[in-house]
């Protein structure tokens, strides 16, 4: 490993300004935007070197706890505890010859003591605290850093100098209250995801310095939005504020202590230089820092001898991956109630071992999700909640357990598309050229605008543009593609099958980036055309009508020629060449000769730096006219033709950021030429819809993957409206938009929630017979009620305040009056929030319940048979259910408490041993087990029974997966990337779990009928990897 000895920890604290505030966090490309602060360039910021590990070579700044400590084995921190408690001065007594000038900082630490400290404690132990925060003098380390250093030695003896002040120290943390379950944050200026992979357990050994204001670590004074960073979060269990004892005393320091043990929970790398890391703070298995004294709680106090830390991080943006949860029930339920088993039971629903899942990518960190007839009462679509961008997406059922997304992941940096019907089945086919791995992808079309998987063929190198025709007159379609890195053109011939089994290479000129097809010499055989950015020229190479071709000659243009076409400008019935260069801002028209030579060029001024052009009659008169896409002044210049060769002046249209590729086909169907173009700079394609005169509407825009480039046009579904492709350079993949022939397309929906959604159920909430959706927003403590149109489309969100950090939602009938109502968990207050439902889907807050500390999950049944709906939560932090009876008018009694496996995430209710009373059923992410609690129709539950599931469970449901009548359950594990099923033997008890390999962090799981065949389905949601994953029941 590599020696991090010279490497420090720098952290540093706004002390005088206000907090700064982060305004706006664009994942795209990792940029801040702060709004509202003080210049970060300030030097009156001081400056507090615990909060920012990094590599700078000032003694002072040196922390290494994360980057030193990384690996270390140490035995636990114990002994001290066995020091007497002196005064300040005394405890530190052993140090003075260590650290300079101690004394006087001892003295500046009391006298900036007040005689009553905060807390309840001793002059002594806040000053204690107080002397730990405050700064060394050049050159010298400070206390903090000597004594942190001192923790991280295998040899414990060079800790005995430290051991009174030690005990003085943490007998006054711990007397700090201990922070309910939060995320901190922490930052290193430096990629340390490779030490941190997925599922390690880690543990901090020298005290951490945190803040819960993740703004601070991303003003440019600390780790800013540059270089190498590392962000990490951190739910911890027992961290302390010491904001009140500080030196800092404007900033809400947070210390977590010795010995702080954690798990890593999820990794992203959003670009190339930010590593986000997400640490659970857990329980160790043997004590790592003893208590400072007799009864001490070193750790929030649990029905368990152990305790359990966790670390921090601080991720830009990833306030988002932290503390995930999901609980779908109410969707998950009513697909079980309206499902009829056939009579056949099968051992493995989904093989064993499990089939590999058809894999739906997603987006930004989705949590949560629910399944139901969004569209119609056929097909179950999906809702999904995209946390980092704040919104619910829906994925539309094709039927047949496939679902619409239209973004399909092809070669890297995919620059060009094209379309054609390669397999001769009359649907139209994708071809993309990869820049960055010298591929070409063809994607073959489905009947319903959806398409396969691609097959990748191998070309030059940097691939850029191609053109597809008949080039040795087979009948079958052929591709030549463009290789800017090796100054070559490949041809592929295609065998009508889809497939393109033999390539051959010709020369062209320097730095080709776009080629044409055409007969130039009119002798029936197709010709090339290739222009050369570096040689100012083009290429033109003649076809035998074999497939074969020669090079001609070369015709020199303007300066970097990026793209050509071929028509006929003049109508002479001979092809003429078109050219737009890049360098001199211009398009060269070369009129051909029909012998495949070409007269001298004329130039006609376009707009700045233009990339690609097209030909078409724009104003109906007949005549050809030229648009070009202007990349510098974000423009596209028309220029009408006048069929002699020449053009008029350009007329110029404002056309997004960096418009790259521009197309003309009628989407609106009104008979009039429409323009469409990539706009790279804001990831969206731009419409203006034509007037038939050569002038064009407003431009509406469409959201498509990061940096598109290359756009295409065709009837991709078959519905005789035109849809678009376009190619996202920055994502590598393409994005299709399937068109309404109104001149609008129909995209991924995506709809606007609060802060940090969490949890999404759905049902019919104003009676309209359309699907409505309810979403938690952890981060704004709401939330949100979406109203269905009953066309997959939506209404605003209202939005509804409830609890703090609201992480689970269900939706019932509480008061009788036959309108849904909502119960939500709080899972910052330990509460659960009642919204009584109104007849047009509106609601009412009613009251708060208490129940235990971090309520992650919440059902609702009728546990005492008394025909009224009561509640059960699980509670995080205490390893517990709370059981509330109902009274059946939306109020609710006192919780009764029952104990499960450690740190309960998700709950849900059956009856697992057809004795006609509900059972519950819970998903424990500390100890790895699943608790099965039967019900004795009283209200009343027996001891927990538990099952061994995979790592860090997280979610699960109970449905009937192989046809025996008998309930099973499904478990997703988000710590090993899997799926556990348990199959049920109808007493209770289940067997030994199959687990299914899933995408990265699994969070959610989901069932339905997918496919129509009476077998219900699985659906797990990834987090990490952004997708979902499908798993078909094969029970035959």
């Known amino acids: 490993m590599e020696n991090h000895d010279t490497e420090r920890l720098v952290e540093r604290r706004n002390g005088q300004s206000r907090p700064v505030e982060l305004a706006t966090i664009e994942l795209s490309d990792v940029k801040i935007i702060v709004e509202n602060v003080d210049d970060p360039?300030?030097?009156?910021?001081?400056?507090?070197?615990?909060?920012?590990?990094?590599?700078?070579?000032?003694?002072?700044?040196?922390?290494?706890?994360?980057?030193?400590?990384?690996?270390?084995?140490?035995?636990?921190?114990?002994?001290?505890?066995?020091?007497?408690?002196?005064?300040?001065?005394?405890?530190?007594?052993?140090?003075?010859?260590?650290?300079?000038?101690?004394?006087?900082?001892?003295?500046?630490?009391?006298?900036?003591?007040?005689?009553?400290?905060?807390?309840?404690?001793?002059?002594?132990?806040?000053?204690?605290?107080?002397?730990?925060?405050?700064?060394?003098?050049?050159?010298?380390?400070?206390?903090?850093?000597?004594?942190?250093?001192?923790?991280?030695?295998?040899?414990?003896?060079?800790?005995?100098?430290?051991?009174?002040?030690?005990?003085?120290?943490?007998?006054?943390?711990?007397?700090?209250?201990?922070?309910?379950?939060?995320?901190?944050?922490?930052?290193?200026?430096?990629?340390?995801?490779?030490?941190?992979?997925?599922?390690?357990?880690?543990?901090?050994?020298?005290?951490?310095?945190?803040?819960?204001?993740?703004s601070v670590l991303t003003n440019d004074i600390y780790l800013g939005s540059n270089g190498k960073r590392t962000l990490f979060s951190v739910e911890a269990i027992n961290s302390r504020s010491i904001t009140a004892h500080s030196s800092f005393p404007n900033e809400d320091e947070i210390i977590l202590l010795p010995g702080t043990h954690m798990v890593v929970q999820s990794q992203l790398s959003p670009a190339i230089d930010l590593h986000i890391i997400h640490l659970k703070q857990i329980l160790p298995d043997t004590v790592l820092l003893e208590p400072p004294f007799k009864d001490a709680h070193v750790y929030p106090i649990v029905k368990r001898e152990w305790y359990r830390k966790k670390r921090f991080a601080i991720p830009i943006f990833l306030a988002v991956i932290v503390t995930i949860m999901v609980v779908i029930l109410g969707s998950v339920l009513g697909t079980r109630s309206n499902f009829k088993p056939t009579a056949y039971v099968c051992d493995a629903p989904f093989n064993v071992p499990f089939a590999t899942p058809d894999t739906y990518k997603i987006g930004q960190s989705p949590v949560s999700a629910t399944l139901d007839h969004f569209m119609d009462g056929q097909n179950l679509d999906m809702m999904i909640v995209q946390q980092q961008a704040n919104d619910v997406t829906m994925l539309v059922s094709n039927g047949g357990g496939t679902f619409h997304i239209p973004i399909y992941p092809v070669g890297r940096s995919p620059y060009y598309v094209i379309t054609a019907d390669f397999n001769r089945d009359k649907i139209l086919d994708l071809a993309v050229t990869n820049s960055g791995d010298g591929t070409v992808s063809v994607l073959l079309g489905n009947t319903n605008g959806t398409f396969q998987s691609q097959k990748n063929y191998r070309v030059g190198s940097l691939p850029m543009s191609m053109v597809s025709a008949d080039f040795d007159n087979d009948t079958k379609l052929d591709l030549a593609v463009i290789n800017s890195g090796d100054n070559t053109v490949s041809v592929l011939l295609g065998n009508g099958y889809g497939t393109f089994p033999i390539q051959t290479k010709y020369p062209v000129g320097r730095l080709p980036y776009s080629v044409i097809s055409g007969d130039f010499n009119n002798d029936k055989k197709l010709d090339l055309a290739v222009a050369n950015s570096a040689d100012g020229?083009?290429?033109?190479?003649?076809?035998?009508?074999?497939?074969?071709?020669?090079?001609?000659?070369?015709?020199?243009?303007?300066?970097?020629?990026?793209?050509?076409?071929?028509?006929?400008?003049?109508?002479?019935?001979?092809?003429?060449?078109?050219?737009?260069?890049?360098?001199?801002?211009?398009v060269s028209i070369l009129l051909g000769n029909g012998d495949s030579t070409f007269q001298t060029q004329i130039n006609y001024t376009v707009g700045s730096l233009p990339q690609s052009l097209i030909s078409t009659d724009f104003n109906n008169d007949t005549k050809l006219d030229l648009a070009v896409a202007n990349s510098g002044d974000n423009t596209v210049s028309v220029l009408l033709g006048n069929a002699d060769g020449t053009f008029q002046k350009q007329d110029i249209y404002t056309f997004g950021i960096y418009p790259y590729s521009v197309i003309a086909a009628d989407f609106n169907d009104d008979n009039k030429l429409d323009l469409a173009a990539a706009s790279f700079g804001d990831n969206t394609i731009i419409l203006l819809l034509g007037n038939g005169n050569g002038t064009f509407q407003k431009q509406s825009r469409y959201t498509v993957g990061k940096s598109p480039y290359s756009v295409i046009s065709g009837d991709f579904n078959n519905d005789k409206k035109l849809d678009v492709a376009v190619t996202n350079s920055g994502e590598d993949t393409v994005s299709v938009l399937l068109g309404n022939g109104h001149g609008s397309f129909e995209t991924q929906k995506h709809y606007s929630v609060g802060n940090l959604p969490q949890s999404v159920i759905s049902a019919d909430f104003n009676n309209d017979n359309s699907i409505d959706v309810v979403v938690t927003n952890y981060g704004d403590n709401t939330v949100s009620i979406l109203l269905g149109n009953g066309n997959r489309t939506f209404h605003a969100q209202n939005i509804y305040k409830v609890g703090t950090s609201p992480y689970a939602v269900v939706s019932r009938d509480f008061n009788r009056d036959s309108i849904l109502d909502l119960a939500v968990t709080n899972?910052?207050?330990?509460?659960?929030?009642?919204?009584?439902?109104?007849?047009?889907?509106?609601?009412?807050?009613?009251?708060?319940?208490?129940?235990?500390?971090?309520?992650?999950?919440?059902?609702?049944?009728?546990?005492?048979?008394?025909?009224?709906?009561?509640?059960?939560?699980?509670?995080?932090?205490?390893?517990?259910?709370?059981?509330?009876?109902?009274?059946?008018?939306?109020?609710?009694?006192?919780?009764?408490?029952?104990?499960?496996?450690?740190?309960?995430?998700?709950?849900?209710?059956?009856?697992?041993?057809?004795?006609?009373?509900?059972?519950?059923?819970?998903?424990?992410?500390?100890?790895?087990?699943?608790?099965?609690?039967?019900?004795?129709?009283?209200?009343?539950?027996?001891?927990?029974?538990?099952?061994?599931?995979?790592?860090?469970?997280?979610?699960?449901?109970?449905?009937?997966?192989?046809?025996?009548?008998?309930?099973?359950?499904?478990?997703?594990?988000?710590?090993?990337?899997?799926?556990?099923?348990?199959?049920?033997?109808?007493?209770?008890?289940?067997?030994?779990?199959?687990?299914?390999?899933?995408?990265?962090?699994?969070?959610?799981?989901?069932?339905?009928?997918?496919?129509?065949?009476?077998?219900?389905?699985?659906?797990?949601?990834?987090?990490?990897?952004?997708d979902v994953s499908i798993f078909l029941n094969r029970c035959k």
Request: hydrophobic share 35%; charged share 15%; aromatic share 8%.
């Open 827 to 1026: 899972s910052g207050d330990g509460t659960v929030s009642i919204l009584l439902g109104n007849e047009n889907g509106t609601f009412q807050i009613l009251n708060n319940y208490t129940v235990g500390r971090s309520p992650y999950s919440i059902v609702a049944g009728d546990f005492n048979h008394d025909g009224k709906l009561d509640l059960a939560a699980a509670n995080y932090q205490d390893n517990a259910v709370s059981v509330l009876l109902g009274y059946a008018n939306g109020t609710f009694g006192l919780p009764t408490n029952y104990t499960v496996g450690s740190l309960p995430y998700s709950i849900i209710t059956a009856d697992f041993n057809n004795d006609n009373r509900l059972d519950l059923a819970v998903a424990n992410y500390g100890d790895n087990t699943v608790s099965v609690l039967l019900g004795n129709g009283d209200g009343i539950f027996q001891a927990q029974h538990n099952y061994t599931v995979g790592s860090l469970p997280q979610s699960l449901i109970s449905v009937d997966f192989n046809n025996d009548t008998k309930l099973d359950l499904a478990v997703a594990n988000s710590g090993d990337n899997t799926v556990s099923v348990l199959l049920g033997n109808a007493d209770g008890t289940f067997q030994a779990q199959v687990k299914g390999t899933t995408g990265t962090a699994p969070i959610c799981v989901l069932s339905g009928d997918l496919n129509g065949d009476q077998k219900l389905d699985l659906i797990v949601v990834n987090v990490v990897s952004a």
């Open 41 to 214: 360039s300030d030097n009156s910021l001081e400056k507090n070197h615990r909060l920012v590990e990094t590599k700078s070579g000032d003694p002072i700044s040196m922390t290494t706890n994360i980057i030193n400590g990384l690996k270390l084995e140490l035995s636990p921190v114990v002994g001290y505890a066995a020091e007497p408690l002196l005064p300040l001065s005394k405890a530190c007594a052993p140090l003075d010859s260590i650290v300079y000038n101690l004394s006087n900082h001892i003295k500046v630490a009391l006298d900036q003591t007040p005689e009553e400290p905060p807390n309840g404690l001793t002059i002594d132990e806040s000053a204690a605290i107080r002397l730990y925060t405050m700064e060394g003098e050049m050159p010298y380390p400070s206390l903090y850093w000597m004594l942190n250093q001192a923790l991280m030695e295998n040899n414990r003896e060079k800790l005995r100098p430290y051991l009174k002040y030690l005990k003085l120290l943490l007998t006054a943390l711990v007397k700090l209250p201990c922070n309910p379950q939060r995320t901190v944050w922490r930052g290193v200026t430096k990629n340390l995801s490779a030490d941190y992979p997925v599922g390690t357990k880690v543990t901090w050994w020298a005290f951490s310095s945190c803040t819960n204001e993740m």
């Open 537 to 586: 020229t083009v290429s033109v190479l003649l076809g035998n009508g074999y497939g074969s071709f020669e090079m001609k000659g070369n015709y020199t243009v303007g300066r970097n020629p990026y793209s050509v076409i071929s028509n006929d400008f003049n109508n002479d019935r001979k092809l003429d060449l078109a050219v737009v260069n890049f360098g001199d801002n211009t």
